[in-house]
């Protein structure tokens, strides 16, 4: 099933969602929901969604970098924003520890339906969390898939990317395509006096 994506301005976006049980994870409503979350990430296309997104404050989040849609994108975007395939994870009650240096990049957001901007995030985290089946994990991740792990924690917390994006750069998506992406990103921040 394909659930509605709800954009900013909605309450539950600004909320701190809670925590799920164990017994929560295991139940048919939370596995639902994470089939239904995953499908409605494919279709919309996403590489991460947020239950908080769909209308839920709660702590879960899924994300996934698909290998058939990275084929389809430059390989100089891939390597310079370390975007790999990551497989399909779902994270319950994470706690993110950011580690090294801080990188930019556009980034965009399904509940900012049609816009991106320049966001800072760490290059390497560490979440420690629960997967679907209540097992508890820890992520290591660098690159594109440590940028989603901070968006998607972020919206457990009612943290939106324009919360920390550059707002000098603030783009709709056709903008950031027509001036910006060919763009170095040292370029771009002299561009928007950033
Ligand atoms: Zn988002």
């Known amino acids: 099933m394909r659930l509605k994506i709800i954009q900013a301005g909605e309450a539950v976006l600004r909320q701190v969602a809670r925590p799920l049980t164990p017994e929560e994870i295991g139940s048919r409503e939370i596995q639902e929901l ?10 919309a296309p996403g590489v991460g969604l947020a239950a908080p997104q769909v ?20 390989s ?14 779902v994270i319950i009650n994470p706690t993110l520890s950011a580690e090294g240096e801080t990188i930019e990049f556009f980034e965009g957001c399904l509940s900012v339906a049609g816009f991106s901007a320049l966001v800072p ?32 924690v972020d919206h457990l ?32 921040k002299a561009a928007l006096d950033i």
């Open 76 to 89: 100089e975007l891939l390597q310079e924003r370390e975007r790999r395939p990551v497989p399909f994870q």
């Open 55 to 74: 209308g839920l404050p709660l702590q879960l989040a899924v994300l996934e970098d698909r290998a058939e849609v990275l084929q389809t994108l430059p």
């Open 121 to 152: 995030r760490a290059r390497r985290v560490r979440v420690d969390c629960l997967d679907e089946h209540g097992h508890q994990i820890s992520i290591h991740a660098t690159g594109w898939h440590a940028r989603i792990l901070q968006h998607e």
């Open 34 to 43: 994470i089939a239904w979350m995953r499908e409605t990430m494919y279709d």
């Open 157 to 188: 917390h009612g943290i939106l990317y324009i919360d920390r994006m550059h707002s000098h750069s603030f783009s709709t998506l056709d903008n950031q395509k027509k001036y910006w992406d060919a763009k170095p990103i040292a370029a771009v």
